[in-house]
């Protein structure tokens, strides 16, 4: 008995209003299937959902389906792919990295830069700004999950990188991820 898993990716974009989520989740659960992962925010003025849902072929085959009359009742514009089942990678270790500066444009691409030259894949990102407490300083903070070779020495890659953040005025944490 096989108990390979079938999956569609779902992204979703469009102007914000209530009831997205309920009425997006509702059809997913109709048609029999499961949101395994997603990420869903506002952005702007417009939502942006992503989601991983899991289901047998048929069953997916039925979301599908739904997609298009959903696009147009809920306003939103709608892509879907198949996938499958995400590798796991033993020989990765899972980190997370904090940073928080003044913001300032680059500070992704920076950060990007840092991780893809020492071969280092960012799992997941998530930015955000805000104003500084009392000074209302515009302040961007970046989370992200990234897979480090088991074969990496933590601690020259830990000073290379505070060393690297420091050099362009960037508060940074890296250290083992928490489940």
């Known amino acids: 008995m096989s108990t390979h898993k079938t999956f569609l990716v779902i992204s979703a974009l469009g102007r914000d209003h209530p009831g997205l989520v309920n009425d997006l989740s509702r059809t997913i659960l109709e048609q029999g299937c ?3 992962d997603s990420r869903m925010t506002v952005l702007g003025g417009e939502f942006a959902a992503i989601l991983l849902v899991e289901g047998k ?3 997916l085959a039925k979301v599908e389906n739904a997609l298009p009359e959903l696009e147009r009742s809920l306003g939103l ?4 792919k198949r996938t499958g089942e995400r590798e796991r990678n033993t ?5 997370a990295v904090d940073v ?6 680059g500070i992704v691409n920076n950060l990007a830069g840092f991780f893809a030259e020492r071969q280092i894949n960012i799992e997941d990102l998530a930015t955000n700004t805000y104003a500084a407490a009392h000074t209302g300083t515009p302040m961007f903070a970046v989370h992200m999950t990234v897979g480090i070779p088991a074969s990496t020495h ?7 990188f505070m060393d690297y953040c420091d050099g362009l005025n960037l508060d940074a944490v890296l250290e083992p991820l928490k489940s």
């Open 34 to 36: 499961n949101i395994e």
């Open 57 to 59: 072929w048929n069953t």
């Open 77 to 80: 514009t709608i892509t879907s």
């Open 91 to 95: 020989d990765k270790v899972p980190y």
């Open 100 to 105: 928080i500066a003044m913001d300032h444009p």
């Open 154 to 160: 933590i601690a020259t890659l830990r000073e290379e």
